[in-house]
Nanobody, 113 residues
């Protein structure tokens, strides 16, 4: 079965950095686009970044600050988050879309002084 397991969240001060990881199993990882989403309290889940082959896309609010990457040998996708802002506070989810969407359990990112 498909499993996605996120890690790397935590509490960080504004301007700080975190790197999220998502380990995938149960899929031919290199064949699929992967995505990172986030959901802040009281808000809808939003797409943050995607990676498909060598192509990446970002929501405007994180361009220049976040970098998505993948290691197909480790079946892992990463989200490097720099220059973090309080508005980046959210639960971050890893996603892969096969016949339907699969999600990880989420990892909390809190940006606060």
């Amino acid at each position: 079965q498909v499993q996605l397991v996120e890690s790397g969240g935590g509490l960080v001060q504004p301007g700080g950095s975190l790197r999220l990881s998502c380990a995938a199993s149960g899929i031919s990882f290199s064949n699929y686009a992967m995505g990172w989403y986030r959901q802040a309290p009281g808000k809808q889940r939003e797409l943050v970044a995607t990676i498909s082959g060598g192509s990446t896309k970002y929501v405007d609010s994180v361009k220049g600050r976040f970098t998505i990457s993948r290691d197909n040998a480790k079946n892992t996708v990463y989200l490097q988050m720099d220059s973090l802002k309080p508005e980046d506070t959210a639960v971050y989810y890893c996603n892969v879309r096969l016949k339907w969407d699969y999600w990880g359990q989420g990892t909390q990112v809190t940006v606060s002084s």
